[in-house]
């Protein structure tokens, strides 16, 4: 279960990568799609889905240059400024490790995601209530108990009050039940 998380809008990350025009809008519109498949929640996992979408993007430059390489190949022709296929091979290496750190940096991040407490009397339309009644003033919410002292053996604190009788489960003491 995922927290609801209001959307925040992508800042365009092309510029500041220096791409085309042509390129930027290709780059942006996989970066959506890729952070609308993640869905991250905060800064931290933005910043990890744009380090994945970026090996995605390099990925996919490299193997274009790669093509030109090999078809210059096997057309015996030579293109100026196009690396040697070694080093094309090098470079993926590296980008596979780039991505391969980037993914267990968003497995690590969606692990220590702070877990949804599932209180089926606590529904949506219940909280609302709840927290409408609390700003109305309807509802005060009970003292900290004192700080911890003595205990008895019959469980009570040394000159501590008896207990109080507690609501039943998905209520709220001293307020109606919504309509």
């Given at each position: 279960?995922?927290?609801?998380?209001?959307?925040?809008?992508?800042?365009?990350?092309?510029?500041?990568?220096?791409?085309?025009?042509?390129?930027?809008?290709?780059?942006?519109?996989?970066?959506?799609?890729?952070?609308?498949?993640?869905?991250?929640?905060?800064?931290?996992?933005?910043?990890?889905?744009?380090?994945?979408?970026l090996?995605?993007?390099?990925?996919?430059?490299?193997?274009?240059l790669e093509?030109?390489?090999?078809?210059?190949?096997?057309?015996?022709t030579?293109?100026?400024?196009?690396?040697?296929?070694?080093?094309?091979?090098?470079l993926?290496?590296?980008?596979?490790?780039?991505?391969?750190?980037?993914?267990?940096?968003?497995i690590?991040?969606?692990?220590?995601?702070?877990?949804?407490?599932?209180?089926?009397?606590?529904?949506?339309?219940r909280?609302?209530?709840?927290?409408?009644?609390?700003?109305?003033?309807?509802?005060?919410?009970?003292?900290?108990?004192?700080?911890?002292?003595?205990?008895?053996?019959?469980?009570?604190?040394?000159?501590?009050?008896?207990?109080?009788?507690?609501?039943?489960?998905?209520?709220?003491a001293?307020?109606?039940?919504?309509?």
């Open positions: 279960m995922s927290i609801p998380i209001e959307p925040r809008r992508l800042e365009p990350l092309a510029e500041r990568l220096g791409l085309a025009a042509e390129e930027a809008a290709e780059f942006e519109a996989l970066r959506r799609d890729w952070h609308a498949r993640i869905a991250p929640i905060d800064a931290a996992e933005r910043a990890a889905a744009d380090a994945l979408v090996c995605v993007w390099r990925r996919q430059r490299l193997d274009r093509e030109r390489i090999l078809r210059n190949l096997l057309e015996g030579v293109e100026p400024g196009l690396p040697a296929l070694g080093t094309v091979q090098r993926r290496g590296r980008l596979e490790r780039d991505r391969h750190a980037a993914e267990q940096e968003m690590l991040l969606r692990d220590g995601r702070p877990a949804a407490i599932p209180l089926p009397a606590l529904n949506p339309e909280l609302e209530w709840l927290a409408r009644k609390l700003r109305e003033g309807a509802l005060r919410v009970p003292p900290e108990p004192p700080a911890a002292a003595a205990v008895e053996p019959d469980g009570l604190a040394v000159g501590a009050p008896p207990p109080r009788p507690r609501a039943p489960a998905g209520t709220v001293g307020a109606a039940a919504p309509a």
